[in-house]
């Protein structure tokens, strides 16, 4: 016995597919898609299909672009700082940093970040790229800004050490510290610690 049409469960199982979706939010969306106007979900269908068609990455940066061009407009514009590399894991990094409004450097994408229990090892991402960068771009700044996790930690260590004492560039790492908010029972190891490292005279 069928209890919902097929081209609904097809709906629901595809988006079950996506992070962070589970069964019930899959069916909340599709119902959703459903019971509005058709022109939504035929807008959400065109999207999808030219979405990978429509995107890019920039040769320089490893940031998203979009489809056929070359270099990103954060690393071309003349008003960025060449010289000041901030260095993410994901393309989306890029965007939180920039809501800020505070940082006027270019950016360097990783493409992830070294975790060994997953596979992903430094010569998967765009570690060499950036060496290379240092020397082309006359680097006077990397700015790590990978994750506070062991993942991001080791990352940024890593790069730190392949960067190498011979080379006259400054490297800083994100500060890190308690949230606004947070009690100190809730927080974890890592923040603390790098609270207590980051600590400021009043």
């Known amino acids: 016995m069928t209890i919902l049409p097929p081209a609904l469960t097809a709906v629901i199982e595809a988006l079950g597919k996506l992070p962070g979706v589970g069964p019930r939010t899959a069916e909340r969306y599709a119902y959703y898609l459903v019971k509005n106007d058709p022109a939504k979900a035929l807008g959400l269908s065109e999207a999808l299909q030219d979405l990978h068609d429509g995107i890019g990455v920039c040769q320089k940066t490893f940031a998203l672009v979009p489809a ?74 990397i700015i790590l800004a990978t994750n506070a996790s062991v993942e991001g930690e080791s990352t940024a260590l890593y790069i730190q050490k392949q960067i190498g004492p011979e080379r006259p560039v400054k490297v800083t790492r994100l500060a890190r510290g308690l949230p606004i908010g947070v009690d100190l029972e809730y927080a974890d190891q890592i923040t603390l610690t790098r609270a207590l490292e980051g600590r400021q005279a009043l």
Do not use: C, W
């Open 68 to 141: 056929g061009q070359e270099l990103s407009d954060l690393y071309t514009d003349p008003k960025r700082d060449k010289t000041v590399v901030a260095v993410v894991a994901e393309p989306f990094d890029i965007v939180a940093l920039e809501k800020t409004s505070s940082f006027n450097g270019t950016y360097h994408v990783l493409g992830g970040l070294v975790s060994p229990i997953d596979g992903v090892g430094p010569e998967q991402l765009h570690i060499d790229e950036l060496i290379s960068r240092i020397d082309e771009d006359n680097v006077a700044e």
